[in-house]
C-alpha cells in the first residue's frame, strides 16, 4: 500500500496490491479521474488519459479552449461550467449563483485515517491505511474543500468523504454534499440494489444500466427497509464465484442518494451520499461542514470476495469496543412470546425455561415502562412500570443474574406517544410543521433529535434505569418515518438542516451511551430491519434483522443481507409457530438452522415447546455455543440463491480453513428430481475433510460437489418442504 504523488505530472496513484486508484489535476486545476480498478504499474504520467480536445456543441474553457470537463472524467463535478451531468455538490452564494470551480492548492498523505467528527466511520491505524487529503479552494465562493481519500492495505478498499468551509464572511449554502463521485470509462455494468419493505427487507434487484440514471434513495429520515444505502455496479457476466463488481456503502442511516449515470459518451458516473432533496446546509464565515464516509470496496473475484470485504473490514475497522470480533451471547427476547402482556412472574418463568436450555441473556422488550400496554401510550416516559416490576429494573435484572443469565432490554428514545406524561409536558419537543397536522406512525410522534435539551432530557431519563440495574445489552428500536420535518429551534433558512442534525443527535446519543457504558452490548432496530446500515454498526455491532422471523423468509432476506454486511451483525430468532408473520409451520431444526447464520437467539416461551423440541433446543444452543465464532465471524459464502431455486445454501470457512459449516435449505420439494450436487467454496483443494463420517477433497467438494443425497437420501429423494441441514467439515 502507499500513495504516491507525481510532482511533475500532478497525478495522484492510490495502490495495494489489489486496487489501484489513479486521479491527476485537470489544465482546470481541479481533479480529473484517471483509473480505479484491479492495480496496475505506477507510471509517472498517465496525463493521455485527459481529452484536450473539443467536439462539435461541447463547451470548452475559455483560457485553455480546448478543454471540456464533459469530455473528461471528473473526481467531484459541479454543474455550471462544462460538464453537464448529475453533480457532486452545489453552493449556493449570497449573490444568487451557483456555479463554483474549486482548484488545487496543496495535498497531505499521512499513515492511517482520521476520526470524521461526530459521524461514524470505518478507522485504521499508521500500519492499516493511508489518507490522502487534497486542498482546493474557490476564491470567488471565498470557499475550501478538502477531498478526503484512503486506501487500505488488507483490503480493496477506498473510502471517501468530502469538506467545505466557508472562508468568506456571507453566508453560504450547501445545497447538495454528496460523499463521493467515481466516473468510469465505460457503461457495460449491471446495477444492484437492495430494496424491501417491513418484513421483507433487503432483496436484491439487478437491472442492466443504459443511457439515463438509476437511482435509489431515502427520504424517510432512516436509510430504510425501501432501499439500503449499499449498491453494487457489476460487469453481468459477474456472479458470487467471478467477475468485477464494485460494491459502494454509506456509512450514515438518514437519508441518501446512490445513482448511476450512463453519459452520452458511453461513460458510467456514480454517487452516493446524503439526499440533497430537503438538505441546506447554510455555512456562515468560518464554519465547515464534513459529509459522511462512502466504501468503495472494487473486486475481479466475484460478489462473494467482494461481500467478504465488507464483512472483514467491517468486522475489524467499523465495530469498535468490548463486543468487537467477539462471539455473541444467546438471547432469549420475550416480544414474540408476550409482547406487552406480562409481569415479573410470567417474565421470570420464560427466564427460568431459558436458562435450563443454556440461553446466555434475557432480553425484556417493550412494554416495561410508563403507562405502556399497548402502542398507544408511555412511549417517551422512562421509567419502569411498577404494577409490572414492583422492585424495578433493578429488582427484575438481579433475579435473571441470579438465575445465571446476564439482562438486557428494549428501548426506543426517539419516540413519544402522544398519550404520555413527557408529551403532556413538551409538546414542542417533537418534529412538527407550524400550521399543520402531525402525522402518526404506530401511535407515536417524533422527537426532535436535532434539539440538544432534547437528546440530553432522554439521556438522563435513560441512564438512570441503567446505572440502577445490571444491564448488559440494550435494544434501540426506531418504528417510524419522519414526517412533517420542522425543527422550532431553527430559523427559516436553517430548516433543510433538520434532517442530518437529526441523525447526528442520534449518533451523539449513541456516543454517550457507549463511553458511559462501555460494556453493554447494542442491538440496532427499527420496526425490524428499517435502519440496517453500516452507520449504524459503528455504534451498534448488531441489527435485528426483520421483525419477519419465518425461517423460509428469513433465508431470503438475511441471504440479501450478507451482500453488504458481516453475519456477526445479523439479529436472528429462533420464534413459534405457526410463524407471527406468516403463518407458516417449519421445525424447530429449520428455525435453528436459518438463525445460526446470524447473532442467534430465541423469541417464544420455551415452557410452551413440546419436551422433544426443548431437548433439541438445548443441543442447538450447545452447538452454537462451540460454533459461533466460526458462523459469526468465518469467511462467509452463498452458494445457491433462494431467490433463484427451491433450494438454498450457504457456508462458512474458518480463516485457516480447516473448518466449515455448510446450511442446506429447501424451501419447496420437488418431485421426481434427481438429488444433485452442490459446489462447495473456500476449501483448501488437496485436504481431505471429514463431512458425516466420510472423508471428502477440498476439490472435489468444490469442483465436483456435494452429492446432496449424502445429507439424507430419503428426505432429500421424498421431497419435504422447510427441511435443512447444517453440517460441519472438519480437516482430516
Ligand atoms: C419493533 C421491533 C420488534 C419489537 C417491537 C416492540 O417492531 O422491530 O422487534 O421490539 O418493536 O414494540
Not at 486545476?29 to 504499474?41: A, N
Not at 403507562?371 to 419502569?384: K, P, V
Not at 428494549?410 to 400550521?435: C, K
Not at 459461533?628 to 469467511?635: I, P, S, V, W, Y
Request: proline share 4%.
Amino acid at each position: 500500500m502507499d500513495i504516491i504523488w507525481h510532482s511533475k505530472s500532478k497525478q495522484y496513484n492510490l495502490y495495494n496490491d489489489k486496487i489501484s486508484y489513479i486521479m491527476g489535476i485537470t489544465p482546470l486545476g481541479d481533479l480529473g479521474s484517471i483509473y480505479f480498478g484491479k492495480r496496475i504499474h505506477d507510471k509517472e504520467d498517465m496525463s493521455y488519459v485527459l481529452n484536450r480536445f473539443g467536439l462539435p456543441n461541447v463547451a470548452v474553457d475559455p483560457d485553455t479552449e480546448s478543454y471540456s470537463m464533459e469530455l473528461n472524467r471528473q473526481e467531484y463535478p459541479s454543474f455550471g461550467i462544462t460538464d453537464f451531468g448529475t453533480q457532486a455538490y452545489e453552493i449556493e452564494l449570497a449573490n444568487g449563483s451557483r456555479v463554483s470551480a474549486f482548484v488545487y492548492r496543496d495535498h497531505k498523505i499521512f499513515k492511517g485515517k482520521h476520526a470524521l467528527k461526530g459521524l461514524p466511520a470505518t478507522y485504521a491505524d499508521v500500519n492499516e491505511a493511508m489518507t490522502l487529503e487534497i486542498y482546493l479552494e474557490d476564491e470567488t465562493a471565498r470557499m475550501s474543500l478538502t477531498l478526503i481519500y484512503t486506501i487500505f492495505d488488507k483490503y480493496p478498499v477506498i473510502t471517501r468523504h468530502v469538506k467545505f468551509t466557508n472562508n468568506g464572511t456571507e453566508i453560504t449554502k450547501l445545497t447538495r454534499a454528496l460523499s463521493v463521485c467515481i466516473d468510469l470509462p465505460n457503461q457495460d455494468y449491471e446495477w444492484m440494489q437492495f430494496s424491501g419493505a417491513w418484513a421483507r427487507e433487503r432483496v436484491p434487484e439487478v437491472k442492466k444500466l443504459s443511457a439515463g440514471s438509476v437511482s435509489i434513495e431515502s427520504k424517510r429520515g432512516i436509510s430504510s427497509a425501501n432501499q439500503n444505502p449499499f449498491v453494487i455496479v457489476k460487469r453481468p457476466k459477474t456472479d458470487d464465484f467471478s467477475g468485477e463488481a464494485m460494491g459502494m456503502s454509506f456509512v450514515y442511516s438518514g437519508n441518501f442518494l446512490a445513482q448511476a449515470e450512463c453519459d452520452t459518451f458511453g461513460r458510467l458516473r456514480l454517487l452516493m451520499g446524503i439526499n440533497p432533496d430537503r438538505f441546506t446546509w447554510p455555512l456562515k464565515k468560518g464554519e465547515s461542514f464534513e459529509t459522511p464516509e462512502v466504501v468503495i470496496a472494487f473486486t475481479d473475484e466475484g460478489l462473494n470476495y467482494l461481500s467478504q470485504t465488507f464483512h472483514d473490514l467491517y468486522n475489524n475497522n467499523l465495530v469498535r469496543g468490548r463486543w468487537k470480533n467477539t462471539p455473541r451471547p444467546i438471547l432469549l427476547n420475550n416480544w414474540e412470546a408476550t409482547f406487552m402482556d406480562f409481569d415479573e412472574d410470567r417474565i421470570l418463568e420464560i427466564a427460568k425455561k431459558a436458562k435450563e436450555a443454556g440461553v446466555e441473556l434475557f432480553v425484556l422488550d417493550d412494554g416495561w415502562f410508563g403507562n405502556r400496554n399497548d402502542d398507544y401510550s408511555g412511549l417517551g416516559d422512562w421509567i419502569e412500570n411498577p404494577d409490572k416490576f414492583p422492585q424495578g429494573m433493578a429488582g427484575l435484572a438481579r433475579k435473571v443474574n441470579a438465575l445465571g443469565m446476564k439482562f438486557g432490554f428494549w428501548i426506543e428514545p426517539e419516540m413519544v406517544n402522544p398519550d404520555s406524561n413527557l408529551f403532556r409536558r413538551h409538546p414542542e419537543w417533537i418534529l412538527a410543521t407550524p400550521g399543520r397536522k402531525s402525522s402518526l406512525g404506530r401511535h407515536q410522534l417524533v422527537l426532535d433529535f436535532s434539539r440538544e435539551e432534547v437528546v440530553d432530557y432522554i439521556y438522563g431519563m435513560l441512564k438512570k434505569v441503567i446505572e440502577n440495574a445490571p444491564i448488559s445489552y440494550i435494544k434501540w428500536d426506531m418504528n417510524r418515518s419522519l414526517t412533517e420535518v420542522y425543527s422550532t429551534e431553527l430559523s427559516a433558512d436553517e430548516q433543510g438542516m433538520v434532517y442530518h442534525k437529526y441523525v447526528m443527535g442520534v449518533y451523539g446519543l449513541y456516543e454517550r451511551f457507549r463511553i458511559d457504558f462501555p460494556d453493554i452490548l447494542f442491538e440496532s432496530c427499527s420496526s425490524g430491519g428499517n435502519r440496517y446500515d453500516a452507520g449504524m454498526l459503528y455504534y451498534a455491532p448488531q441489527a435485528w434483522c426483520s421483525d419477519n422471523t419465518d425461517a423460509i423468509d428469513r433465508i431470503r432476506i438475511q441471504y440479501g443481507t450478507s451482500f453488504g454486511y458481516p453475519i456477526s451483525s445479523i439479529g436472528a430468532h429462533v420464534s413459534a409457530v405457526p410463524n407471527q408473520q406468516t403463518g407458516r409451520n417449519t421445525s424447530i431444526t429449520t428455525r435453528a438452522n436459518v438463525a445460526c447464520f446470524g447473532t442467534f437467539g430465541y423469541e417464544l416461551d420455551l415452557n410452551r415447546i413440546s419436551d422433544e423440541e426443548f431437548e433439541e433446543v438445548k443441543k442447538q444452543i450447545i452447538f452454537m455455543k462451540e460454533n459461533r465464532e466460526l458462523l459469526q465471524f468465518g469467511t462467509f459464502y452463498r452458494l445457491r440463491s433462494p431467490y433463484k431455486n427451491d433450494q438454498a445454501a450457504w457456508m462458512v470457512v474458518s480463516k485457516d480453513r480447516k473448518k466449515a459449516i455448510f446450511g442446506l435449505y429447501c424451501m419447496r420439494s420437488n418431485v421426481n428430481q434427481l438429488p444433485g450436487f452442490i459446489k462447495l467454496a473456500g476449501l483448501k483443494e488437496d485436504v481431505k475433510y471429514k463431512l458425516k463420517g466420510e472423508e471428502y477433497y477440498g476439490d472435489e467438494l468444490m469442483y465436483l460437489g456435494l452429492k446432496l443425497a449424502k445429507l439424507s437420501s430419503k428426505a432429500l429423494a421424498t421431497g419435504q418442504d422447510f427441511i435443512s441441514y447444517v453440517e460441519i467439515l472438519e480437516a482430516v
